[in-house]
């Protein structure tokens, strides 16, 4: 079992940065695959970007080049490091822990945090 716990939203201007931290229940966290999703109102959650146990990470198009994903296994979190914010980036970001080889859909993972919420204006 896996407890998920996120912090670091907030509001934030277009162009200005937010550090999302995740901390991990458990001891096995270096094993899973470690990943963030996010769902703004009316719209399913989707993929922003992982980080699998070897290190190896993946990203959704629109975030490449403003979010790195990163984690501490010897402290059990995981960051999403988001820079240059646009107006679209706005949702509730979930931090999710998956043992499966998928890491870019929802199916791949099997314990999830509350979320956090993002609010960046324009």
């Known amino acids: 079992q896996v407890q998920l716990v996120e912090s670091g939203g907030g509001l934030v201007q277009a162009g200005g940065s937010l550090r999302l931290s995740c901390a991990a229940s458990?001891?096995?966290?270096?094993?899973?695959?470690m990943g963030w999703f996010r769902q703004a109102p009316g719209k399913e959650r989707e993929f922003v970007a992982a980080?699998?146990?070897?290190?190896?990470?993946s990203y959704r198009d629109s975030v490449k080049g403003r979010f790195t994903i990163s984690r501490d296994n010897a402290k059990n979190t995981v960051a999403l490091q988001m820079n240059n914010l646009k107006p679209e980036d706005t949702a509730v970001y979930y931090c999710?822990?998956?043992?499966?080889?998928?890491?870019?859909?929802?199916?791949?993972?099997?314990?999830w945090g509350q979320g956090t919420q993002v609010t960046v204006s324009s």
């Open positions: 458990g001891r096995t966290f270096s094993t899973y695959a």
């Open positions: 999710a822990a998956g043992s499966g080889g998928v890491v870019r859909t929802t199916d791949g993972y099997q314990y």
């Open positions: 980080i699998r146990w070897s290190g190896s990470t």
